[in-house]
T-cell receptor, first 111, second 113 residues
Framework: DAGITQSPRHKVTETGTPVTLRCHQTENHRYMYWYRQDPGHGLRLIHYSYGVKDTDKGEVSDGYSVSRSKTEDFLLTLESATSSQTSVYFC??????????FGPGTRLTVT | AQSVTQLGSHVSVSEGALVLLRCNYSSSVPPYLFWYVQYPNQGLQLLLKYTTGATLVKGINGFEAEFKKSETSFHLTKPSAHMSDAAEYFCAVSGSNDYKLSFGAGTTVTVRA
């Protein structure tokens, strides 16, 4: 299994609070991704990174920001959490930008 | 731009029967195609991929898929279903010069004893 960890694995937070999810890899892969998974939608890309300090938006980036200051860490921040951001969040990594390997996920509930 | 359509959100098969999951894609450039499997409360695991070369691709757990350019399809099959195949399956596509995947909505497979 690819060395990907996500923290926390579960989180309950209140509307309006900031939340940061962490993805950590030990594979030294160049590309890292954040997705959200919701029933009936498959996985939708939030943001991705193609190198340290190099990031770009995905299809559902509103309300989210990311940072990557080291190869191994990719942070996803919800500046002010809303109930519509209740979801399961997955991090993925890729060596060359083709096949991706996924972390175990973070289940986020916004009350 | 790339997109994926998975036909059928739920498929039920008997143990030992053929598993067939349908995936059609659209892509403005030669595609890379993937199938992933997700077991309950887990992340996605790569089953198989097509990038270039042979159009019949074999993956893990006895699954295979065939890339048919003329039909823009990449259907997933397994000759004989096992109870352990019960999971959700996702088809995904990227362009050959793109670094992002577009996923289908997923197909949940249940296996009847």
């Amino acid at each position: 299994d690819a060395g990907i960890t996500q923290s926390p694995r579960h989180k309950v937070t209140e509307t309006g609070t900031p939340v940061t999810l962490r993805c950590h890899q030990t594979e030294n892969h160049r590309y890292m991704y954040w997705y959200r998974q919701d029933p009936g939608h498959g996985l939708r890309l939030i943001h991705y990174s193609y190198g340290v300090k190099d990031t770009d938006k995905g299809e559902v980036s509103d309300g989210y920001s990311v940072s990557r200051s080291k190869t191994e860490d990719f942070l996803l921040t919800l500046e002010s959490a809303t109930s519509s951001q209740t979801s399961v969040y997955f991090c993925a990594i890729s060596r060359q930008g083709d096949e991706q390997y996924f972390g175990p996920g973070t289940r986020l509930t916004v009350t | 731009a790339q997109s994926v359509t998975q036909l059928g959100s739920h498929v039920s098969v008997s143990e030992g029967a053929l598993v067939l999951l349908r995936c059609n894609y659209s892509s403005s450039v030669p595609p890379y195609l993937f199938w992933y499997v997700q077991y309950p409360n887990q992340g996605l695991q790569l089953l198989l991929k097509y990038t270039t070369g042979a159009t019949l691709v074999k993956g893990i757990n006895g699954f295979e898929a065939e890339f048919k350019k003329s039909e823009t399809s990449f259907h997933l099959t397994k000759p004989s279903a096992h109870m352990s195949d019960a999971a959700e399956y996702f088809c995904a596509v990227s362009g050959s010069n793109d670094y992002k995947l577009s996923f289908g909505a997923g197909t949940t497979v249940t296996v009847r004893a």
